[in-house]
């Protein structure tokens, strides 16, 4: 399987240890769909700076492809993460110039791949329909339960993932029936603690959250989707795919960073906890009641 990662990158700061890691949605599925056996490559931007050396070398060292990666004169993207009273939050943030389009030569080399993955952190909604014109497409629409963000992109999408952890089942099913209505062929919802549901627009299969020591949630949906893609790509089934999903995106529950390859903070970004407004940090697909160590 070949699977092009489209879209986003940013470096995770964690100040109250001083390291910092790389991710980013798109930068996370490429590295975890690496490791699970894929042909990955990654497409976005990342800054001539530190934090992109670091990007790219952590990319290299998992194999994943970085022939399409654009280095353009600026900082690349970070985002706080400070454990406040034991949980998880979010502080300061730039996106820095992660942002681009894509070129021809971008969407021939997609072209070229089994399949395409992007997000909505990746703000390429408008290239979706070239992109789906070439290869089949995944995309996570994160909390985009079929407002209407999702009902405009949803028919170029194959694979459509979502985070429902603030939907019941009954109304996630409804959700990934939506999806497959509007044409998507598999649809796959994370519940934090109550796990997963996919639907395959015939049957509806349901797999528990991984019960793991939760040290860092960050990157666990990511992790997820690249195993549910390369399951599904390599004929394991619906279930057993979402049972390795669960798993893996359990263990990265219990190490800070989506995948690792830590750094020490650069020291612009020292002082970045002193002040900001926490915001709650999303639990995908650990259990809510192993909370993070602080």
Known sequence: MRIAAVGDNITDCYPEAGHMYPGGNCVNVAVHAARAGARASYVGAAGQDQRGEQLVAALRAEGVDVSRLRRPAGPTGYATVVTVGGERTFGPFDRGVARFRLDEEDLEFVAAHDLAHSSYSAFLEEQLPAMAERVPLSFDFDVHTGDAYAAALIPYVTY??????HLDAAA?????????AQGAEIAV????AAGSLLFDGRRLVMEPAAEVEVVDTLGAGDTFIAHVL???ATGSGTRESLRRASAHAGQVCTSPGAFGHPSPMTPDLTGLIRQHTPQPAK??????????RP
């Open 160 to 165: 459509a993932f979502f985070s429902a952890s």
């Open 172 to 180: 996630t099913a409804d959700v990934l029936s939506w999806a497959c």
């Open 189 to 192: 919802a994370t519940r934090g």
């Open 230 to 232: 390369t399951g599904l």
């Open 283 to 292: 639990e995908e697909t650990c259990p809510e009641s192993a909370r993070p």
